[in-house]
């Protein structure tokens, strides 16, 4: 009889590091149009996206200037339902407000 004593052999636990992957970001973009009041856009981007009366404003004029400007970053999910949401605002009082959503470069 063999009276060695084996030991059960024993696997080292190695631990995997998955990498989570950020989502990605989309931009709210405010387009400018020659028909919606100034104070309205402004009231609508301080409710909607919780801007200062100074935030607010520069983002209208800065629309109002270029065309177009940027409001601010989201993921997908959320930057569609606040540009939709705030576009919504201005089809309710019959103005042709618009915001949309563009993925970040």
């Known amino acids: 009889m063999n009276d ?9 636990k190695t631990r995997v590091r998955t990498k989570v992957e950020r989502p990605r970001l989309y931009k709210v973009i405010l387009v400018n149009d020659d028909f919606t009041p100034r104070e309205f856009v402004v ?9 200062t009366e100074d935030e607010a404003y520069k983002v209208m004029i800065t629309a109002h200037r270029r065309g177009v400007c940027v409001v601010a970053v989201f993921t997908k999910d959320v930057a569609e339902t606040k540009a939709t949401r705030a576009t919504d605002a201005g089809r309710a009082k019959g103005y042709p407000l618009l915001f ?3 993925p970040e470069e």
């Open 4 to 12: 060695a004593v084996t030991k059960p052999e024993t696997k080292v």
């Open 43 to 51: 009231s609508v981007l301080k409710a909607e996206f919780r801007m």
């Open 100 to 102: 949309t959503t563009e």
